[in-house]
């Protein structure tokens, strides 16, 4: 299954317009926000430092919640790690929900995505779901939701939203 950029080509799939942004866009923590793999160079080590932090991805993450949009963390990492990363960063964003796995479920699984919905309280076609790992995308993918699988070009992922 090809997950990049079916919230742009499918728009009728999950109902709404390939113009309009989302409701919500919801973003993995290790691994988006702080990248890692080939594409970063950095180690899970690293992430303890603010530069470990995608300044691109945060600025999107701004731009975003200043046109009104909503944002989520959906991670696999625990609550209490991934809130003292956020306090790294420099005037960061507003989460609207943070979903980790305490709940139960993790990523891939759609039963974590089915419980991220009734959290943020969103029909699936309201919501796009940033992830790097393909398989946390068809995950969000088999409950309706949009998804884009990150793979480092932030100026794709801009674009696929509805920012240029």
Same mark, same amino acid.
């Given at each position: 299954?090809?997950?990049?950029?079916?919230?742009?080509?499918?728009?009728?799939?999950?109902?709404?317009?390939?113009?309009?942004?989302?409701?919500?866009?919801?973003?993995?923590?290790?691994?988006?926000?702080?990248?890692? !793999?080939?594409?970063?160079? &950095?180690?899970?080590? %690293? $992430?303890?430092?603010?530069? =470990?932090?995608?300044? /691109?991805?945060? !600025?999107?993450?701004?731009? &975003?919640?200043?046109? %009104? $949009?909503?944002?989520?963390? =959906?991670?696999?990492? /625990?609550?209490?790690?991934?809130?003292?990363?956020?306090?790294?960063?420099?005037?960061?964003?507003?989460?609207?929900?943070?979903?980790?796995?305490?709940?139960?479920?993790?990523?891939?699984?759609?039963?974590?995505?089915?419980?991220?919905?009734?959290?943020?309280?969103?029909?699936?076609?309201?919501?796009?779901?940033?992830?790097?790992?393909?398989?946390?995308?068809?995950?969000?993918?088999?409950?309706?939701?949009?998804?884009?699988?990150?793979?480092?070009?932030?100026?794709?992922?801009?674009?696929?939203?509805?920012?240029?």
């Amino acid at each position: 299954m090809q997950c990049q950029l079916s919230w742009r080509l499918k728009p009728e799939r999950i109902g709404v317009s390939s113009t309009k942004l989302p409701r919500w866009v919801v973003f993995d923590f290790l691994g988006v926000i702080v990248p890692l !793999g080939a594409y970063s160079g &950095l180690s899970y080590l %690293g $992430v303890h430092t603010k530069q =470990a932090v995608d300044v /691109g991805m945060v !600025g999107l993450m701004r731009d &975003l919640q200043s046109q %009104g $949009v909503l944002l989520a963390v =959906a991670s696999n990492s /625990g609550k209490g790690w991934i809130e003292s990363v956020w306090k790294k960063i420099d005037n960061p964003p507003k989460l609207d929900r943070l979903i980790t796995p305490e709940m139960g479920a993790t990523k891939p699984n759609p039963e974590y995505f089915s419980y991220l919905l009734s959290e943020i309280r969103a029909k699936p076609a309201e919501v796009i779901f940033v992830d790097d790992r393909q398989a946390n995308c068809e995950g969000a993918s088999q409950v309706g939701m949009g998804v884009f699988w990150y793979q480092g070009d932030i100026k794709k992922l801009r674009k696929t939203i509805g920012f240029n």
